[in-house]
Nanobody
């Protein structure tokens, strides 16, 4: 599975962006998907995850109520809708995929087998 993330850009605080991650291959619908981000000088951190069926959604506390993860298996695409953006949301955002169950470890990078190249989100104050 290869992943291609897009949708990043420069936005003012309070604005919105929608990130997309398109997957190649026929098994996308069987993969659980996640979004991570990495700010300059910081470690990569979990943002959100969605199970293959979209029945289970997970968010880090700092984005809950502002970000929404979703997927369209017919289009092999996972989305991250980001609203009410803050300067601290500035980072390179990565999508990732795994067949491992997300129940207990959805926020750990090692769980994910496939990673996209990242898309830069910059939020100005």
């Amino acid at each position: 599975v290869q992943l291609q993330a897009s949708g990043g850009g420069l936005v003012q605080a309070g604005g919105s962006l929608r990130l997309s991650c398109v997957a190649s291959g026929r098994t996308f619908s069987r993969h659980n998907m996640g979004w991570f981000r990495q700010a300059p000088g910081k470690e990569r951190e979990f943002v959100a995850a969605i199970s293959w069926s979209a029945d289970n959604l997970y968010y880090t506390s700092s984005v809950m109520g502002r970000f929404t993860i979703s997927r369209d298996n017919a289009k092999n695409t996972v989305y991250l809708q980001m609203n009410s953006l803050k300067p601290e949301d500035t980072a390179v955002y990565y999508c990732a995929g795994t067949k491992t169950s997300l129940t207990a470890s959805y926020d750990y990078t090692y769980v994910y087998d496939y990673w996209g190249q990242g898309t830069l989100v910059t939020v100005s104050s």
